[in-house]
């Protein structure tokens, strides 16, 4: 269904990129507070992102748990964290261009992304559904990333059709007794905390049955199994619940209501999930490589088809900024993001796919080498052709993931049409 | 920059809507194309009475000195009727040209004039050999004594024959392809020396080919500086590429409504076609189509006032693009959707995706664009 993991792009501009000469044409027309408030984010990333973590989030090497950890304490101190919290809850209250600006800089200043799943997906439901206790005990917890969350929504036999999951919830006295296998959790292998959708009722609609309820992972009875994928990585897991002991204290607002939060949550920051700020720096990175490969004699850059296979990419990203502040300036207005934002995931996936489909053609034959170890952290050795080629292909392979997570792009527009078409 | 629509800009949107709703149906329109000229002049006073020809006139000269969001936002509800009144020709590039380069006189003379919809004027420029390069330019201008004589041939230009007067680009000196040598003229449509061969256009507007036989202009005539004029053209046709792209958005948003329609109510094996999956997503792609090109365009139309010629061109390119691509997706899939209907003069669906074809192929289509978007990395 569409309420599957929604992985976050790990994915920025390499340094290298700072001897291009970074044009502000078609860059966004900002007012001189804009300008200052841009100048104070790109000076933050350039004093808190160390050479090693810009490399990597740069080039697409594995970023660990500490990288990203340390990121987002720094965020946390500077009171950063959350700029689409309320400010009540300790947001930052910026318009929306200033998030958009702010997600620019991060990542073309080479930041981790912000892993999503505490601050961006359970926050919100907590906030909206939970309780007082839940507010006040894992609120703050997740603004100093003092815990690691996964999703614990796909199952084997439930993907697109998420609403027939069947891992089930008993209740037994002051706690459930879980049982099932949930699947695709992304980095459960660095999380202690789980936000999971069980089943407590087979009566009525099965949507109906549905509880949404808050996982210890570090408990007898919870078993995380990598799945290795087609780029080498091991990046998604199985997370088998064998008789799991979660207090009630531990669901998040009503039995049998989880479904209602899970749709609540997808209705929610739905502009980051297109991550225009990556694309753009994954553009830079692109010119800044067919600058650097020859072809003919002369650069890559210089050859016009490719030249404007790059301006189409480039020109749907922009058509997709666009539409991006739109639905921020609407939001900010009250309106909700309305399902149209479901075009924001598509086109913003078609775009990162389309830009990886390029960088692994501007590579040529160095696309061939297959050193998964060098992408980790401690490895030395000498790369085997230009440094930027090594993790171009795997990512290429990769990010075939975008159009199939957060709900596949053909429920995206099963969505479409149903809720702003009326068929 | 604003990505929502002030209160002025959606009363206005709303009040063109209105008129294109009550009084610019299909049936309308098609007695409206029938008509010598092929515009309907009540019409055009009606939108002279409406402030709507003021609009993007600065207030000096007896306009609203709008900016090119708000007559974006007008051209977008001009879009969704199919509106064929000479809008873009009169308003958007002839009195955009005389705001640009014309001298305090001439804009005195004329702008007012315009806006209360007593002038009208008509660009003069594409050539038979020009293609999109706004500075191919063979029409000659020589200079004898106080007059220029003009000789050359302009296409497809819209609306000449309704026309008072030209706007008219010229080779003063230089070489055909040359930026610099090109002037502009303002010239009186009954001067001598002028022939006009006159036809409808695919997409239901007017439009000539012009010769100019040593037509004798007065050089107090001349619009600008000599020689200098390739900035201004290249300007104002940008504005006017967006402001296109503006009413592409409106025609493509109701391209997309026809057809969203038509397939839930056409029944095939006992169902509604629409009930089909298939072309369900289908109708979301045209539908997205429209979205990230309205938007795009909007941007486009924010951007253009305060930017540099190369972010300038950069933008209008990128919204011209994503237009081109966008309408002919709408366009196509609509007659498609539309199936065997789709194909008959009766049905709106194929006048709207011939306007978003024309549309495209005007001031640069979308591989021309694309480069010029390239050039600029």
């Given at each position: 269904m569409w309420l599957q993991c929604v992985l976050v792009a790990v994915w920025g501009s390499p340094d290298y990129l700072r001897l291009f000469k970074e044009s502000e044409v078609m860059d966004l027309i900002l007012t001189p507070e804009e300008e200052k408030f841009r100048d104070e984010v790109r000076a933050f990333v350039a004093e808190n992102i160390t050479e090693d973590i810009r490399k990597k989030t740069m080039t697409g090497f594995r970023l660990d748990k500490v990288d990203h950890e340390s990121w987002q304490k720094k965020l946390y101190e500077k009171g950063w964290m959350a700029p689409g919290w309320p400010v009540e809850y300790g947001g930052t209250g910026w318009s929306p261009m200033q998030k958009h600006i702010f997600e620019e800089e991060c990542a073309a200043g080479g930041a981790p992304p912000v892993i999503a799943f505490g601050v961006t997906m359970v926050a919100p439901v907590i906030m909206a559904f939970g309780s007082d206790e839940q507010k006040e005990y894992y609120l703050p917890r997740i603004l100093k990333s003092e815990d690691w969350w996964c999703q614990g929504y796909s199952e084997p036999g439930s993907g697109s059709d998420l609403a027939s999951l069947r891992t089930k919830a008993v209740l037994n006295g002051d706690h459930y007794i879980v049982n099932g296998q949930k699947t695709w959790t992304s980095l459960a292998q660095h999380a202690n905390l789980m936000f999971c959708l069980v089943r407590t009722s087979d009566e009525g609609k099965r949507q109906e049955g549905i509880s949404f309820l808050l996982v210890d992972m570090n408990q007898p009875g919870v078993t995380v199994q990598p799945i290795k994928t087609i780029d080498g990585s091991t990046e998604v897991n199985n997370v088998f619940l064998e008789d799991v002991k979660v207090p009630v204290d531990n669901r998040v607002g009503e039995e049998n209501k989880g479904w209602t939060y899970a749709k609540y949550l997808l209705g929610h920051e739905r502009t980051s999930i297109a991550a225009v700020g990556r694309s753009k720096a994954q553009i830079k990175r692109l010119k800044t490589i067919a600058s650097a490969e020859e072809h003919n004699g002369t650069a890559l850059i210089n050859d016009q088809a490719f030249r404007e296979k790059i301006a189409d990419i480039e020109i749907d990203l922009l058509a997709l900024e666009s539409l991006v502040l739109r639905v921020l300036s609407d939001e900010s207005a009250g309106k909700g993001p309305g399902p149209e934002a479901s075009f924001l995931k598509i086109k913003g996936t078609e775009v990162q796919q389309g830009i990886t489909e390029l960088l692994i053609e501007a590579i040529g034959n160095y696309a061939h080498p297959f050193i998964p170890e060098s992408m980790d952290k401690g490895w030395n050795e000498e790369p085997i052709g230009p440094e930027y080629a090594s993790s171009i292909a795997p990512h290429y392979f990769n990010w075939r993931k975008a159009s199939i997570y957060g709900g596949s792009n053909e429920i995206q527009k099963n969505i479409i049409a149903k809720a702003v078409l009326g068929f | 920059m604003s990505f929502t629509f002030t209160e002025d800009q959606k009363l206005l949107s709303e009040s063109a809507d209105r008129f294109v709703l009550d009084d610019y149906n299909f049936e309308t329109r098609r007695k409206i194309i029938g008509q010598d000229g092929g515009f309907d002049r009540d019409n055009w006073e009606k939108f002279a009475e409406l402030g709507w020809l003021a609009l993007p006139i600065a207030e000096e000269y007896g306009g609203l000195g709008g900016s090119t969001v708000d007559t974006a936002v007008l051209l977008e509800s001009f879009g969704r009727g199919l509106v064929v009144e000479p809008y873009q020709s009169c308003i958007v590039l002839s009195a955009g040209l005389l705001q640009v380069a014309g001298n305090e006189e001439q804009k005195r003379q004329h702008l007012p004039s315009i806006a209360e919809g007593k002038t009208l004027l008509s660009f003069a420029h594409i050539e038979p050999t020009s293609r999109f390069n706004l500075c191919h330019i063979r029409t000659t201008a020589t200079k004898q004594g106080d007059c220029f004589v003009v000789d050359g041939e302009k296409a497809i230009v819209h609306n000449a024959e309704t026309a008072d007067y030209f706007i008219l680009s010229t080779r003063t000196e230089g070489d055909i392809n040359d930026e610099n040598g090109i002037t502009l003229f303002l010239v009186?449509?009954?001067?001598?020396?002028i022939e006009m061969r006159s036809y409808p256009t695919i997409d239901g507007l007017r439009a000539s080919e012009i010769s100019f036989n040593s037509v004798k202009v007065d050089k107090q005539n001349v619009l600008g500086e000599l020689n200098k004029a390739a900035e201004s053209i290249q300007q104002v046709v940008d504005r006017a590429c967006v402001l296109l792209c503006a009413e592409a958005a409106g025609a493509m948003d109701t391209a997309v409504k026809l057809t969203v329609d038509y397939i839930k109510n056409r029944e095939q094996f006992g169902q509604a076609i629409g009930s089909f999956q298939v072309l369900q997503h289908r109708a979301v792609e045209m539908l997205g189509a429209k979205d990230f090109s309205r938007a795009l365009t909007y941007r486009a139309a924010g951007a253009i006032d305060q930017s540099n010629a190369s972010e300038r061109m950069r933008a209008v390119s990128a919204a011209k693009v994503e237009m081109g691509r966008s309408g002919k997706l709408i366009g196509q899939e609509g007659i498609q959707l539309h199936g065997g209907m789709g194909m008959t003069d009766d049905m709106p669906i194929g006048h709207f995706f011939k306007r978003l074809t024309m549309i495209d192929a005007i001031f640069g289509n979308v591989d021309f664009h694309r480069k010029r978007f390239a050039q600029i990395i």
């Open positions: - | 009186p449509s009954n001067s001598s020396g």
